[in-house]
């Protein structure tokens, strides 16, 4: 089992900035791929970002690209998202999300999940 710990959400003005952390436990996250899901108010969760087990790869939705950032240190058991031009549709929980095939873009497909994070961006 991995336990996956959310950090770093908060209130944020458009345009601001946040960097959010996931420590897991449990066992070592070297050998998955990590992302982040987020689910707003009355809408389905969705993938955001995911990271390959070594870092090589990075995978991005289409609405986040060039503004987040996913990176890893395994040797923390540690994956953070930094969030830059914030804007007030990224307002969401965010989730953590560990998988240990290759990464997944699908909701269902996630093998282990965090408790979640909330990110609000007022306008």
């Known amino acids: 089992q991995v336990q996956l710990v959310e950090s770093g959400g908060g209130l944020v003005q458009t345009g601001g900035s946040l960097r959010l952390s996931c420590v897991a436990s449990g066992r070592t996250i070297s050998m998955y791929s990590m992302g982040w899901f987020r689910q707003a108010p009355g809408k389905e969760r969705e993938f955001v970002t995911a990271?390959?087990?070594?870092?090589?790869?990075?995978y991005y939705a289409d609405s986040v690209k060039g503004r987040f950032t996913i990176s890893r240190d395994n040797a923390a058991n540690t994956v953070y998202l930094q969030m830059n031009s914030l804007k007030p549709e990224d307002t969401a929980v965010y989730y953590c999300?560990?998988?240990?095939?290759?990464?997944?873009?699908?909701?269902?497909?996630?093998?282990?999940w965090g408790q979640g994070t909330q990110v609000t961006v007022s306008s």
């Open positions: 990271i390959s087990w070594s870092g090589f790869s990075t």
């Open positions: 999300a560990a998988n240990k095939e290759s990464y997944t873009r699908r909701v269902g497909s996630v093998d282990y």
